[in-house]
C-alpha cells in the first residue's frame, strides 16, 4: 500500500473474471504521513481508505470483467463495517465478488481478511464508464500488471 | 401477487425514503419525484434483482443524449413499468 498515492493493492492473488471474483493482498506500510495525523502517537488505517481498499480490489475485477474498456467508479458505499483497527505493518486479504452486472452498473460485495479473520466488510456499487481519457485507462493497465506480476513473482 | 407498478412503487419508496401515496404511474421518476440518477441505481438494482431483469439503462441513456428518446418515454413510472414487463416477458418467451 502506498496511501499517500491511493495504491492500496499490492498483489492479485486470484481472479475469476467469468464468476467475478478477486482476491488481492495490502501489506499496510511501516511507515506513512497519513499515519503522522491518524492518529499521532497511535497510527492506524484510516476507516475511509480500508473501505477504497475493497473499492479498488471490487474495481481492478470489475476493469479485468471489462477487459478494460470501460472504467469502474465508486458510486455509492451502501454499506460498510470495520470491526477492529488496522495498523502499521500488518498484510490483509482482500476479498471482492459480483453481486450483480447492471447496465452501467455494478454492485460488488467486499470483505478484508487479517490472519483468516474478517475484519471489515462492504456492499459498493459503481457507475461503469468510458474512460475519460488515454492517461487514467493507461495507468489502470500498467497498474493491473504491476499487482499481477506480484501476484506471480 | 402484486402488480409490477405496485413493486416498483415499493421500491421507489424504500430506497429513495418517497411516502408510497405520493408514487402514482403518471410521475417521472426524476422531474416529479426528485429522483436523482445516483438513487436510480439503487432503484435500478433493486428492480433488477426482484424481478430478474436487466434493465438497458446504458442504452436509455444513449437515446437520451442523442435525442432519439424523451426522458418520459423511460422515467414516467407507469411507462417505465410497461419497459419492465417487456423485459420480463422477453426473459420468459
Not at chain 1, 470495520?82 to 486479504?93: A, G, H
Not at chain 2, 408510497?20 to 435500478?44: H, Q, V, Y
Not at chain 2, 435525442?67 to 420480463?88: S, W
Request: aromatic share 8%; proline share 4%.
Amino acid at each position: 500500500m502506498l496511501l499517500e498515492y491511493f495504491q492500496m493493492i499490492d498483489a492479485v492473488e486470484s481472479l475469476d473474471t467469468a464468476k467475478g471474483s478477486i482476491v488481492a493482498r495490502a501489506d499496510v506500510p511501516k511507515e506513512s504521513t497519513v499515519f503522522e495525523g491518524h492518529f499521532p502517537g497511535s497510527p492506524l488505517v484510516p476507516g475511509v481508505l480500508l473501505i477504497e481498499t475493497m473499492a479498488q480490489a471490487s474495481g481492478f475485477m470489475l476493469l479485468a470483467r471489462l477487459n478494460f474498456e470501460k472504467m469502474p467508479f465508486l458510486a455509492n458505499v451502501t454499506s460498510a463495517k470495520m470491526r477492529t483497527f488496522v495498523e502499521p505493518d500488518e498484510v490483509l486479504r482482500v476479498e471482492a465478488e459480483l453481486e450483480h452486472d447492471g447496465s452501467g452498473f455494478a454492485a460488488t460485495k467486499a470483505r478484508i481478511f487479517r490472519d483468516g479473520k474478517k475484519i471489515c466488510d462492504s456492499k459498493l456499487m459503481f457507475r461503469i464508464m468510458p474512460f475519460p481519457n488515454d492517461t487514467l485507462k493507461n495507468n489502470m493497465l500498467d497498474r493491473y500488471g504491476e499487482i499481477s506480476r506480484a501476484s506471480a513473482g | 401477487m402484486s402488480t409490477t407498478f405496485e413493486a416498483v412503487a415499493e421500491i421507489i419508496s424504500d430506497t429513495s425514503d418517497i411516502p408510497l401515496e405520493e408514487i402514482t404511474p403518471e410521475k417521472n421518476a426524476f422531474t416529479d419525484l426528485g429522483i436523482d440518477s445516483l438513487d436510480f441505481l439503487d432503484i435500478a438494482f433493486a428492480i433488477d434483482k426482484h424481478f430478474g431483469i436487466k434493465i438497458p439503462l446504458e442504452q436509455w441513456t444513449e437515446e437520451l443524449n442523442e435525442n432519439k428518446a424523451d426522458v418520459d418515454d423511460y422515467f414516467i413510472l407507469g411507462k417505465l413499468c410497461d419497459r419492465i414487463d417487456e423485459l420480463i416477458a422477453a426473459k420468459t418467451a
